[in-house]
């Protein structure tokens, strides 16, 4: 018999990730314990497009999309930062929604189905040893047989565990993602991608009279003005026609940008010091590929079967380590790979103007590139 702090699996972030591994464990029995250092619900830097092979998986864990009268989204344009324009009809597509409202919906869910769920709660560290962790959080310190890192893009616990990406390197790229909810007159089932000097902004529309606005731009472009993101956004962004009209025709809902520094696009170990790693914890894949979220509750359904597994004893540690590392980079590493390629090349104008034209007069190339962004429904 477990005691109050002690629990099977103790999931450390409760985004996507983490909240969905979370509500499988439940539905397998296996009591879990998960920290988030935010209090639900609120709002995350995110595009908030969720591709369409996630939307059975989500309604498996008990909410129901088609309740919510979510955007189905089902176009694509791309514009280069002189304004050229590339289409594409999307063959999955995807939908609109909210982390502030989805994450909140998918705790609810976790903590009716026995997780025991702590928000308002930061892990100061966490530490391996004869076989299980221990886990030291604001409230108290805390046990269990397997930790699983859902943490997101960055984190103090990424040093503690000196994980190699924390090192930093001269030629190492970090930047700035910046979020907005506005109101714009904008097609509902349309998602946009408006490339500006050294970084790209996604337009899309989520739950009722909200869009989502949000990009990731080289940190260097908000260093050039001081951090002050306005003048930025004036100066830069604004240079593409497209953003221009955008931002001076948008309500903007927010008192003030949400937004979240030092982001590393690339792969990471999805296993450190026996610690399984899952979502943006395991790698971060570019944004403009415009399925992170997907890719993320995905790797929470890989990792659910196998942590099945070692509970009823079929797989060792070892083995539950060594079968999730290679499943992670079969299924992700390519996507990861394949958005640093994208991420460079869009991120140089002159390319991104010559790579807009290439691909209006090679459909093929164009649909194999989406297709390779977006994987098949689980």
């Known amino acids: 018999m477990l005691n109050k702090n002690e629990s099977r699996v103790c999931i450390i972030g409760g985004g996507l990730a983490g909240l969905t591994l979370a509500i499988q464990l439940a539905d397998a029995g296996i009591s879990c314990l998960l920290f988030e250092k935010n209090k639900y619900p609120f709002h995350k830097v995110c595009g908030e497009y969720i591709s369409m092979e996630s939307y059975a998986f989500i309604e498996r864990l008990g909410?129901?999309?088609?309740?919510?009268?979510?955007?189905?989204?089902?176009?694509?344009?791309?514009?280069?930062?002189?304004?050229?324009?590339?289409?594409?009809?999307?063959d999955l597509g995807g939908f609109g929604i909210s982390r502030f409202l989805l994450d909140h919906k998918l705790a609810e869910i976790a903590k009716a189905k026995g997780v025991r769920l702590m928000d308002d709660c930061r892990v100061q560290d966490v530490r391996f040893s004869n076989g299980h962790f221990i886990i030291d959080t604001e409230e108290g310190?805390?046990?269990?047989?397997?930790?699983v890192g859902?943490?997101?893009?960055?984190?103090?616990?990424?040093?503690?565990?000196?994980?190699?990406?924390?090192?930093?390197?001269?030629?190492?790229?970090?930047?700035?993602?910046i979020k907005y909810?506005?109101?714009?007159?904008?097609?509902?089932?349309?998602?946009?991608?408006?490339?500006?000097?050294?970084?790209?902004?996604?337009?899309?529309?989520?739950?009722?009279?909200?869009?989502?606005?949000?990009?990731?731009?080289?940190?260097l472009n908000l260093k050039k003005f001081n951090g002050d993101i306005k003048r930025m956004e004036a100066e830069v962004l604004?240079?593409?026609?497209?953003?221009?009209?955008y931002f001076k025709a948008a309500t903007f809902l927010f008192e003030e940008p949400l937004a979240i520094s030092q982001i590393?696009?690339?792969?990471?170990?999805?296993?450190?010091?026996?610690?399984?790693?899952?979502?943006?914890?395991?790698?971060?894949?570019?944004?403009?590929?415009?399925?992170?979220?997907?890719?993320?509750?995905?790797?929470?359904?890989?990792?659910?079967?196998?942590?099945?597994?070692?509970?009823?004893?079929?797989?060792?540690?070892?083995?539950?380590?060594?079968?999730?590392t290679a499943t992670w980079v079969k299924q992700f590493r390519n996507r990861v790979e394949l958005s640093?390629?994208?991420?460079?090349?869009?991120?140089?104008?002159?390319?991104?103007?010559?790579?807009?034209?290439?691909?209006?007069?090679?459909?093929?190339?164009k649909n194999r590139i989406v297709k390779s962004t977006h994987g098949k429904p689980f």
């Open 340 to 365: 640093k390629v994208l991420q460079k090349l869009l991120k140089n104008k002159s390319l991104t103007d010559l790579t807009i034209l290439a691909l209006k007069k090679l459909p093929f190339l």
């Open 238 to 245: 604004m240079k593409n026609p497209f953003l221009e009209s």
């Open 141 to 147: 310190t805390f046990s269990a047989e397997v930790c």
């Open 264 to 324: 590393k696009i690339g792969y990471k170990n999805a296993v450190e010091n026996h610690v399984l790693m899952i979502g943006d914890t395991a790698g971060n894949i570019a944004p403009l590929s415009g399925n992170g979220m997907s890719m993320a509750m995905r790797s929470s359904f890989l990792l659910n079967g196998l942590l099945v597994d070692y509970f009823k004893g079929k797989i060792t540690r070892d083995e539950l380590e060594t079968k999730y």
């Open 63 to 90: 909410l129901n999309l088609g309740e919510l009268d979510l955007p189905v989204i089902s176009r694509l344009h791309v514009s280069s930062p002189s304004g050229k324009l590339l289409k594409h009809r999307l």
């Open 150 to 177: 859902a943490w997101g893009k960055k984190s103090n616990l990424d040093t503690k565990l000196k994980r190699a990406f924390t090192k930093k390197s001269k030629d190492e790229k970090n930047y700035v993602g």
């Open 181 to 219: 909810h506005v109101r714009l007159d904008f097609p509902k089932d349309l998602i946009e991608l408006h490339n500006f000097e050294n970084g790209y902004c996604g337009i899309s529309k989520i739950e009722g009279d909200r869009y989502c606005l949000c990009y990731l731009t080289d940190a």
